[in-house]
């Protein structure tokens, strides 16, 4: 999937002290009910509590309904109760509508639009909630954020926040968040509305080589906020000269930290920082090692952070300051 830099590409517990595995594949289908399930994190001020990882809806894009089936009950049964999704992952709201109705009560489900205005989000709202087979959504959100002007758009006269705070009134929704790609953007939407929730990178790259989250982390903490963390396995740009089908991890318009070690040490490095949650890559194998690392999941050591920053060294970042 390519990166998203226009709206017209539609298409307590801090985590339990275990003995660490950095990513080490589970040992066998018997061993799963030896492990506890996935510590959970209270989100923000909403008095909802979230498990550590969640599920992106990028996930179930173009599996087969059976498939979709399977996963959701896996990562259900393993402790997940945070489910993300939008109506830019292709068909991944109608694989997880039917996956994820068993559940739906006892999971909180996060859905958003990339749409900008009233009208365009009022219909992708209620499109979303037949899709997904739902009468409320516990999270809405607006899509990754991108610019000021996105800001603008979306808090001016028939933005989409017309939308948003309408359909709270209704009770179509819990709780508004966003989404973000852009530093200057999330900055100015904190400053517009309190909102409940932040999903933002927050990868051990960005914030040492492009100082790329650091302030949005601290005002959303500030705020209370419920802090939700995209990209943690994420590594750096794919080369320019590679087509993108011959990208190993087609899901992931970015590069992935390659090693399962490295990207395992990312995802703990970005728990340990003051969120709730994070939500790993569309690709089956960087979710199940997601999977692993939170079942036994131990903050990160200053030694462990020492070597992990040294990889990220002269790496090139994903996004920059300044992009909005």
């Known amino acids: 999937m390519r990166r998203r830099d226009s709206r017209k590409n539609r298409a307590e517990t801090e985590g339990r002290a275990a003995p660490k595995r950095t990513g080490a594949p589970r040992a066998s289908a018997g061993d799963a009910g030896k ?5 959970q994190r209270p989100l923000g001020k909403t008095g909802e509590r979230l498990s550590i990882i969640g599920l992106g809806g990028m996930l179930l894009m173009n599996a087969k309904q059976s498939r979709a089936n399977n996963l959701v009950a896996e990562a259900f049964d393993r402790g997940i109760n945070y489910f993300d999704v939008a109506p830019f992952y292709g068909d991944a709201q109608q694989r997880l509508g039917p996956a994820l109705e068993p559940y739906r009560k006892r999971c909180f489900l996060a859905c958003k639009t990339d749409e900008r205005t009233k009208r365009g ?18 999270l809405y959100q607006f899509h990754y954020l991108t610019t000021l002007d996105d800001v603008e758009t979306v808090f001016g ?24 790609h852009s530093v200057e953007a999330a900055l100015a939407a904190m400053d517009r509305y309190d909102f409940d929730t932040i999903l933002f990178p ?11 989250g650091p302030q949005v982390l601290e005002r959303a903490r500030r705020k209370g906020m419920g802090i939700l963390a995209l990209k943690a396995m994420a590594k750096t740009t794919w080369p320019k000269a590679m087509k993108e089908r011959q990208r190993p991890n087609p899901k992931c318009w970015y590069q992935p ?18 969120i709730t949650a994070a939500v790993p890559p569309g690709d089956e194998k960087y979710f199940r090692l997601a999977m ?13 952070e020492k070597a992990l920053m040294a990889r990220a060294a002269g790496v090139e970042p994903i996004f920059h300051l300044g992009n909005a």
Do not use: H, Y
């Not at 028939?158 to 709780?175: H, I, N, S």
């Not at 927050?202 to 790329?212: G, K, M, P, R, T």
């Not at 692993?292 to 462990?304: C, G, L, R, Y």
């Open 121 to 138: 989000s009022q219909q992708e709202l209620e499109e979303s909630l037949r899709l997904l087979k739902t009468d409320c959504f516990d």
């Open 157 to 180: 006269l028939d933005g989409a926040m017309e939308t948003f705070l309408a359909a709270k009134k209704a009770g179509k929704v819990r709780f508004l968040g966003f989404s973000a």
């Open 257 to 274: 930290a390659a090693l399962p070690e490295e990207a395992a040490l990312g995802l703990r490095w970005t728990l340990s920082k003051p």
């Open 292 to 304: 692993d690392v939170a079942e036994s999941f131990a903050p990160i050591e200053p030694e462990e």
């Open 202 to 212: 927050i990868n051990f790259v960005l914030f040492s080589q492009a100082n790329f």
């Open 35 to 39: 492990l506890a399930p996935i510590a």
